[in-house]
C-alpha cells in the first residue's frame, strides 16, 4: 500500500503512547497499539550519491567533541558530585527528570564519548551519573517490572566497570543481571519475558540480555554467561528474525501464544546486530556475520528516506522529545557503529556517515541536533533524551577521513 509520502509501509505492532495516527511515529515502549513505519529505498538515490549530495565541509573529530560538549552545556546538571541529565534545556534546575531505562541509556552514551576519546573527564562523569542513578532509583532495582529496562543498566553497569575498573560496578551490574535472568528466562520454552506479567517476549529485551551476557562473560564472570548469550541470541533469530527470505527484519515481540507480532524498530535491529558482532568476538568466528549484515541492510534500504535521502526515519512526533522513540536511533548508532569499527565495514559506514553528517549539518545555534534527522533542529526548548541519539550516532561513527 502506498503512504501519504509515496512508501512502502511496514505494518507493525509498536509501543507508543497516546492516540493512533498515520503520522510517522510516536513510540512508548510501555505501550502497545497498531501503527504503520513508512519507508522507502533512499527515493531511488544511492547512499553514495546521497553523500556525495552533501553540500557542507565533512565532519572532523573536533565536531564530535563539540556535539557532546554542546550536551553538556544544555543538559548537565551535578552537584556534589551527582549527576543527572535533566528533562529540557530550558529546565536546567531539575534533575532526574527523564525515566529510569532513558537515564540507562544517557549514561551509556557518555560511554561512548570516553570510548571514542579516552579522556578523563567523561571516567568522571560517568561515576556523577550513576550516583545520580542510585540517588533517584536505589541500588536494588528488582521493583522495576520491564526487564529489559534493568537489562539496559546492567550494559551501562559493566561497561563502566571495564572503563574504570571499580569492581562496584561489576557487582552491581552481576547482581542485576542474575536476578533479571532468574525472574525474565524461560527455562522451558526458551526466550526471555519482556515483563513480570510473562505476557511477551520482545526483541528489547532479548538484544540487550544476549549483550549484557557477552559483557558479564567479557568481565570474568565465566563461560556460563557466554552460552546464556548464545542461547537468547539463537532464540531471538529462530523466533524474531526474517532469515528466511533473507531481509533483516526483526519482528517486534511473540506473545505467550507463540504470535509473532510487530515489525523493525531502530534500536531493536540495532541490538540485534551488536549481539551478532559480540558473539562473533568472544568466540572468535564470523558465524554470525551474516545476521548483523542482513540486519544492517534492512535499516538501510528499508528504513530511511522520510525526511531525506539515506536518512533513518523519525521514531518520534515534534514536540514530544521525552517519548521513548526519541532515543531509539542511538542505540541503533552505538552498536551498528561499534560493528562497522571494529569489523573495518566499508559497505555500512558511508550510510551511517550520511546520517552522522546529516545531524551534524542540521544542529541548532546551541549546536544540539533532535532526533527528527533530515529537518532543521529548532531553537525551542528540547528534551535531553531526543538530543541523545544525536549524540551517540556522532560519538560512534568515525568521521570521514579519519
Given at each position: 500500500?502506498?503512504?501519504a509520502?509515496?512508501h512502502?509501509?511496514?505494518?507493525?505492532?509498536?509501543?507508543?503512547?497516546g492516540?493512533?495516527?498515520f503520522?510517522?511515529?510516536?513510540?512508548?515502549?510501555?505501550?502497545?497499539?497498531?501503527?504503520?513505519?513508512?519507508?522507502?529505498?533512499?527515493?531511488?538515490?544511492?547512499v553514495?550519491?546521497a553523500?556525495?549530495?552533501?553540500?557542507?565541509k565533512?565532519?572532523?573529530a573536533?565536531?564530535?567533541?563539540?556535539s557532546?560538549?554542546?550536551?553538556?552545556?544544555?543538559?548537565?546538571l551535578?552537584?556534589?558530585?551527582v549527576?543527572?541529565?535533566?528533562?529540557?534545556?530550558?529546565e536546567?534546575?531539575?534533575?532526574?527528570?527523564t525515566?529510569f531505562?532513558k537515564m540507562?541509556?544517557?549514561?551509556?552514551?557518555?560511554?561512548?564519548?570516553?570510548?571514542?576519546t579516552?579522556?578523563?573527564?567523561?571516567?568522571?562523569m560517568?561515576?556523577?551519573?550513576y550516583?545520580g542513578f542510585?540517588?533517584?532509583?536505589g541500588?536494588d532495582?528488582m521493583?522495576n517490572?520491564y526487564?529489559?529496562?534493568?537489562?539496559?543498566?546492567?550494559?551501562?553497569c559493566?561497561r563502566?566497570?571495564?572503563?574504570?575498573g571499580?569492581?562496584?560496578?561489576?557487582?552491581?551490574?552481576?547482581s542485576?543481571?542474575d536476578?533479571?535472568?532468574?525472574?525474565?528466562?524461560?527455562?522451558?520454552?526458551?526466550?526471555?519475558?519482556w515483563?513480570?506479567?510473562?505476557?511477551?517476549?520482545?526483541?528489547c529485551?532479548?538484544?540487550?540480555?544476549?549483550?549484557?551476557?557477552?559483557?558479564?562473560?567479557?568481565?570474568?564472570a565465566?563461560?556460563?554467561?557466554?552460552?546464556?548469550?548464545?542461547?537468547?541470541?539463537?532464540?531471538?533469530?529462530?523466533?524474531?528474525?526474517?532469515?528466511?527470505?533473507?531481509?533483516?527484519?526483526?519482528?517486534?515481540h511473540v506473545?505467550?501464544s507463540?504470535?509473532?507480532k510487530g515489525?523493525?524498530?531502530?534500536?531493536?535491529?540495532?541490538?540485534?546486530?551488536?549481539?551478532?558482532?559480540?558473539?562473533?568476538?568472544?568466540y572468535?568466528?564470523?558465524?554470525y556475520?551474516?545476521?548483523?549484515?542482513s540486519?544492517?541492510?534492512?535499516?538501510?534500504d528499508?528504513?530511511?528516506?522520510?525526511?531525506?535521502?539515506g536518512v533513518?526515519?523519525?521514531?518520534?512526533?515534534?514536540?514530544?522529545?521525552?517519548n521513548d522513540g526519541?532515543?531509539f536511533?542511538g542505540?541503533?548508532?552505538?552498536?551498528?557503529?561499534?560493528?562497522v569499527?571494529?569489523?573495518?565495514?566499508?559497505?555500512?559506514l558511508?550510510?551511517?556517515?550520511?546520517?552522522?553528517?546529516t545531524?551534524?549539518?542540521?544542529?541548532?545555534?546551541?549546536?544540539?541536533s533532535w532526533?527528527?534527522?533530515?529537518?532543521?533542529?529548532?531553537?525551542t526548548?528540547?528534551?535531553?533524551?531526543?538530543?541523545?541519539?544525536a549524540?551517540?550516532?556522532?560519538?560512534?561513527?568515525?568521521?570521514p577521513?579519519?
Amino acid at each position: 500500500m502506498a503512504s501519504a509520502f509515496g512508501h512502502k509501509e511496514i505494518y507493525c505492532r509498536i509501543r507508543r503512547r497516546g492516540l493512533i495516527s498515520f503520522t510517522p511515529i510516536a513510540v512508548n515502549k510501555h505501550n502497545m497499539n497498531n501503527q504503520t513505519i513508512a519507508s522507502d529505498t533512499t527515493s531511488g538515490l544511492s547512499v553514495a550519491t546521497a553523500v556525495s549530495a552533501q553540500s557542507t565541509k565533512a565532519y572532523t573529530a573536533a565536531d564530535q567533541d563539540a556535539s557532546i560538549a554542546a550536551y553538556v552545556e544544555q543538559f548537565y546538571l551535578v552537584e556534589d558530585g551527582v549527576g543527572n541529565f535533566a528533562l529540557e534545556n530550558a529546565e536546567r534546575r531539575e534533575p532526574g527528570t527523564t525515566s529510569f531505562w532513558k537515564m540507562a541509556e544517557e549514561f551509556e552514551m557518555v560511554e561512548d564519548v570516553y570510548d571514542r576519546t579516552g579522556d578523563d573527564r567523561y571516567k568522571t562523569m560517568i561515576g556523577e551519573l550513576y550516583k545520580g542513578f542510585i540517588k533517584i532509583h536505589g541500588a536494588d532495582w528488582m521493583w522495576n517490572e520491564y526487564n529489559d529496562d534493568l537489562m539496559w543498566i546492567t550494559m551501562g553497569c559493566l561497561r563502566a566497570f571495564r572503563i574504570t575498573g571499580d569492581s562496584k560496578y561489576y557487582q552491581q551490574g552481576k547482581s542485576c543481571f542474575d536476578a533479571t535472568w532468574a525472574r525474565a528466562y524461560d527455562p522451558v520454552n526458551g526466550g526471555v519475558w519482556w515483563k513480570t506479567d510473562n505476557l511477551s517476549k520482545n526483541a528489547c529485551i532479548l538484544g540487550p540480555t544476549a549483550i549484557a551476557a557477552v559483557l558479564m562473560y567479557q568481565c570474568g564472570a565465566g563461560d556460563e554467561y557466554l552460552d546464556r548469550a548464545r542461547d537468547v541470541f539463537e532464540w531471538e533469530r529462530k523466533i524474531l528474525f526474517h532469515e528466511d527470505d533473507e531481509n533483516g527484519l526483526i519482528n517486534d515481540h511473540v506473545l505467550a501464544s507463540g504470535e509473532v507480532k510487530g515489525g523493525a524498530l531502530s534500536y531493536n535491529q540495532g541490538t540485534f546486530i551488536g549481539a551478532a558482532h559480540l558473539l562473533n568476538t568472544a568466540y572468535g568466528t564470523t558465524e554470525y556475520e551474516p545476521y548483523a549484515v542482513s540486519a544492517a541492510r534492512f535499516m538501510r534500504d528499508h528504513c530511511t528516506g522520510q525526511n531525506a535521502p539515506g536518512v533513518m526515519l523519525n521514531d518520534y512526533r515534534m514536540g514530544d522529545g521525552d517519548n521513548d522513540g526519541g532515543g531509539f536511533k542511538g542505540i541503533f548508532a552505538r552498536w551498528c557503529g561499534k560493528w562497522v569499527r571494529e569489523t573495518e565495514n566499508t559497505e555500512i559506514l558511508p550510510w551511517l556517515q550520511l546520517n552522522a553528517q546529516t545531524v551534524h549539518d542540521l544542529r541548532n545555534t546551541a549546536g544540539l541536533s533532535w532526533g527528527i534527522w533530515g529537518k532543521q533542529t529548532p531553537d525551542t526548548p528540547l528534551a535531553s533524551w531526543e538530543c541523545s541519539s544525536a549524540v551517540s550516532m556522532m560519538q560512534n561513527v568515525a568521521a570521514p577521513g579519519a
